[in-house]
Nanobody, 130 residues
Framework: EVQLVESGGDSVQAGGSLRLTCRISGYSCQPSTPCSVAWFRQVPGREREGVAGIDIHGNTDYDDSVKGRFTISQDDSKTFVHLQMNRLEPEDTAKYYC?????????????????????WGQGTQVTVSS
């Protein structure tokens, strides 16, 4: 069974930093697939949006709103995917989800917002106060 478990969410003041971690188990990528993993976020009443993605080769993609502030990374075993978030803003307040989609390329994964596709975690809450 594929499981993604997020951790690291917290309440911080604007300008602060957080590091989110996604632990992935029971998931193996098919050969020659992009094997991308991404972080998404969602605020109640709004659509889920892609934040940052990484593929098996280490290629990354970011939403414009977080470029220069957030960094996605993964360990060599591809078990943990981290999201380092610096210079946090109140607009970053949301529930953050980790998603794995073996067939999604780095150019498409941030658009894979439908929760019926891919493997999703339960999310971790990030709250940034001004």
């Amino acid at each position: 069974e594929v499981q993604l478990v997020e951790s690291g969410g917290d309440s911080v003041q604007a300008g602060g930093s957080l590091r989110l971690t996604c632990r992935i188990s029971g998931y193996s990528c098919q050969p020659s697939t992009p094997c991308s993993v991404a972080w998404f976020r969602q605020v109640p009443g709004r659509e889920r949006e892609g934040v940052a993605g990484i593929d098996i080769h280490g290629n990354t993609d970011y939403d414009d709103s977080v470029k220069g502030r957030f960094t996605i990374s993964q360990d060599d075993s591809k078990t943990f995917v981290h999201l380092q978030m610096n210079r946090l803003e109140p607009e970053d307040t949301a529930k953050y989800y980790c998603m794995a989609d073996g067939g999604a390329t780095i150019g498409t994964i941030l658009h894979r917002t439908d929760p019926n596709f891919g493997h999703w975690g339960q999310g971790t809450q990030v709250t940034v106060s001004s």
